[in-house]
């Protein structure tokens, strides 16, 4: 199991940055590949951003690309996701995922992470 703590959301206006981390414990770090998935009122959770376990590899949803950048830092156990030029459609709570893997690869879909944070809301205002 890996336990998986967000902090870093908040309300800010369109055009504006956010910055959330993810802590992690319980497992090596440098052997979880990460994932931030979001869901909106009334929508599935769906795929933001991930990283393979070494942050060699990246892979981005087409909405949030060239806007969103997903790092790690496994001296901390910490992911992050740097948000700028933000939404009001970016509005949602976002959670943070991982996956234990001993491949370096980038997961994208909900089904393939086996533990989940709480989630943090970022609020967009028009």
């Known amino acids: 199991q890996v336990q998986l703590v967000e902090s870093g959301g908040g309300s800010v206006p369109a055009g504006g940055s956010l910055s959330l981390s993810c802590a992690a414990s319980g497992r090596p770090f440098s052997l979880v590949a990460m994932g931030w998935f979001r869901q909106a009122p009334g929508k599935e959770r769906e795929f933001v951003a991930g990283i393979s376990r070494t942050g060699g590899s990246t892979n981005y949803a087409d909405s949030v690309k060239g806007r969103f950048t997903i790092s790690r830092d496994n001296a901390k156990n910490t992911v992050y996701l740097q948000m700028n030029s933000l939404r009001p459609e970016d509005t949602a709570v976002y959670y943070c995922?991982?996956?234990?893997?001993?491949?370096?690869?980038?997961?994208?879909?909900?089904?393939?992470?086996?533990?989940w944070g709480q989630g943090t809301q970022v609020t967009v205002s028009s």
């Open positions: 995922a991982a996956k234990w893997s001993g491949a370096t690869v980038v997961f994208t879909t909900r089904a393939q992470y086996d533990n």
